[in-house]
């Protein structure tokens, strides 16, 4: 039983992600590329809590999730290697969005983002079903 739910939870998330991706593209046509980057940051951050369902483990802080992701899925090539750097650099790029008024948001790299969020969407997709 506490699988189901942790499944469910997963899907749950799941459906967050491609919602907070769906949001990040409708901004980024729009050209409002600082709220786009916030938004597939999310897309991110909840592909990756997604997973972390599957096991009896949460984090409060964003930091903690994404280390013991890469620490644990990253590292032991459950997910691509070249996924550890681009997490942390989302991160990053979603701090500086939201919180340096100096920061300077090109459209490039809001496309990269955007590109990261679908890309590990999917893997994580994939991954929920077969585990």
């Known amino acids: 039983m506490e699988s189901k739910v942790s499944k469910e939870l997963a899907k ?4 967050q992600a491609k919602e907070d991706l769906q949001a990040s593209n409708l901004l980024f046509e729009n050209k409002l590329y600082k709220s786009a980057n916030n938004r597939a940051y999310y897309a ?33 090539e459950k997910f691509p290697k070249q996924l550890g750097h681009c997490i942390v650099e989302a991160s990053k790029i979603r701090e500086d969005s939201d919180y340096d008024d100096e920061f ?26 077969n585990n």
């Open 12 to 15: 749950h998330r799941l459906l």
């Open 44 to 76: 991110i951050f909840h592909s990756i809590k997604a997973v972390l369902s599957l096991e009896p483990i949460d984090f409060k802080r964003h930091k903690d999730v994404l280390s013991y992701f890469n620490r644990n899925y990253v590292k032991t």
């Open 104 to 129: 300077i948001v090109d459209k490039q790299k809001t496309k990269e983002q955007l590109e990261l969020a679908k890309q590990l969407i999917d893997l994580v997709e994939k991954y929920i079903e």
